[in-house]
């Protein structure tokens, strides 16, 4: 019996050590494969502390917009003017006069924005998404202040400048910017409504505002919430991003603080993206849910502002079912409504989609008894490639249909993350731009050829980075803030 005992205890160790050699021999083959990647460039390790953050000594927006112009003078300094001269070039953002050189357009919309009305309607702050710009709200910007909105574009800290600021940077440096951003709005809106729009993390930053509120008397309310893409819940895989980063630390190896280290062709995107800027969705999204959940077990809940959100069905940079299971199934009545785009329904592409839809249907069954509205733009039948909108009330079985008066493109099968705030005649990211760009156009790159020979990756042409139906998107919010 000991023999057998010792054999077994043998066989384990042996498996064991066998096991902890085969885990840090794959280790070992990540980190050389992520270390083989190109060389950092100067974007990538500038270091600009003139950067908001929680413990900077600001207490106003006026003190926040000070510290930007400091910001983006040592941008200049730090990065622009240290361009090597084999990284410039006619799509490098980073390269004075290029084609994707934020400055060609007539406002840089990297920086925060304030569009001030003499007697506002409504008090608006925009959220833009993580490694994003204030430029992907500056359509809706436009149009909220043309009905009369007094609107503020903030540039969440750690965006605007280089990738390198969303090394180092928390989300409660960018909740810190939201709560000053806020306060100056109830300072300068003359009593009327406050609301916030939201895109992407910008919406996760807006809702994580509406439930402080909740607790925090001292804070500012708000009256309403229109959230797009909204980032509620994200892939587990995130949870695991931030050790590659401390590896990295770890081992002198900073290239592996970065998940992707792609060209910087975009003026007002981020092409590189940094792990933590993963950890920092993945750390906010986990507290919205805890204070959901806390919130809805003592009835809190049912005080937050009524929620106005646009999501497509299929997107692959939120988890769209945990925006259905993790918030919505949570609210009370309340004026809140759940707006999602289809995929496209006609026949002739149908056989080529792979999407399986269980996993939203099971976010849908898990709360039968629905507090919300849905509305559903989907096809008008299989064989159009026209759309409608199905609209189910809370306690009803049933839905109205409406006509949009708008329809699917050729060749365009659903929508995309990076879609929903933008029209299709933009002039950066529009497919059916109405005026030239200043710059780069990047809404219908769509081009053929053999792989390996673009600068762009081809999964980054293919992306849709416009809305066809965003005539109704601009329409909803519009009528939820009463400014028709």
């Not at 607790?215 to 009256?223: G, N, Q, R, S, W």
């Amino acid at each position: 019996m000991r023999r057998i005992r010792g054999v077994l205890k043998h066989v384990l160790m042996t498996a064991l050590y066998g096991s902890v050699g085969a885990v840090i021999a794959l280790v070992t083959v990540y980190v050389i494969t992520l270390n083989d990647r190109p060389d950092l460039s100067v974007w990538h390790v500038a270091d600009l502390d003139e950067e908001f953050t929680v413990k900077s000594d600001v207490s106003t927006f006026e003190e926040y917009l000070a510290l930007e112009d400091r910001l983006f003078k040592q941008l200049d300094e730090k990065v622009y003017q240290q361009v090597k001269a084999e990284k410039q070039n006619q799509i490098n953002r980073f390269t004075r006069n290029s084609l994707s050189d934020p400055n060609r357009w007539p406002q840089n919309w990297n920086r925060s924005y304030v569009m001030p009305v003499d007697t506002p309607r409504a008090a608006i702050l925009l959220l833009h998404g993580m490694s994003d710009s204030p430029y992907s709200l500056r359509n809706l910007a436009q149009t909220l202040h043309s009905a009369g909105a007094y609107v503020l574009g903030l540039r969440i800290p750690g965006h605007g400048t280089a990738p390198s600021g969303l090394i180092e940077v928390t989300w409660q440096d960018m909740d810190a910017a939201v709560r000053l951003a806020v306060r100056h709005l109830a300072k300068n809106n003359q009593g009327q409504p406050i609301y916030i729009v939201g895109y992407s993390n910008g919406a996760a930053l807006a809702v994580n505002y509406a439930l402080e509120t909740l607790e925090d008397p001292e804070l500012v309310k708000v009256d309403g919430l229109a959230i797009l893409s909204p980032e509620i819940g994200i892939s587990k895989a995130a949870v695991l991003a931030v050790w590659q980063a401390r590896l990295g630390h770890l081992l002198g190896l900073e290239k592996l603080a970065w998940n992707g280290l792609l060209p910087e062709y975009d003026p007002y995107k981020y092409g590189s993206f940094a792990v933590n800027a993963g950890d920092v969705a993945h750390r906010i999204t986990l507290q919205i849910q805890n204070r959901i959940k806390t919130y809805a077990a003592n009835g809190q809940l049912r005080n937050i502002p009524p929620i106005l959100a646009f999501s497509s069905i299929v997107d692959a940079t939120v988890t769209a079912p945990a925006l259905i299971k993790a918030l919505f199934n949570k609210l009370t009545e309340g004026g809140h409504e759940l707006v999602m785009f289809d995929i496209n329904r006609e026949s002739s592409i149908k056989p080529l989609i792979k999407w399986n839809s269980d996993a939203m249907n099971q976010a849908f069954d898990a709360n039968p008894d629905r507090e919300y509205i849905f509305s559903l733009v989907t096809n008008l039948n299989t064989g159009n490639r026209s759309v409608t909108v199905q609209i189910t009330k809370p306690g009803d079985a049933n839905f109205t249909e409406t006509p949009l008066h708008l329809g699917w493109p050729t060749g365009i099968y659903s929508l995309a993350h990076v879609a929903l705030p933008f029209p299709p005649d933009d002039p950066l990211y529009g497919g059916l731009p109405t005026e030239a760009s200043p710059g780069i156009n990047l809404g219908d790159l769509a081009l053929r050829g053999e792989r390996g020979v673009l600068l762009i990756p081809p999964a980054e042409m293919l992306r849709l980075r416009w809305n066809p139906f965003y005539p109704y998107v601009e329409s909803r919010i519009l009528d939820f803030f009463m400014l028709k």
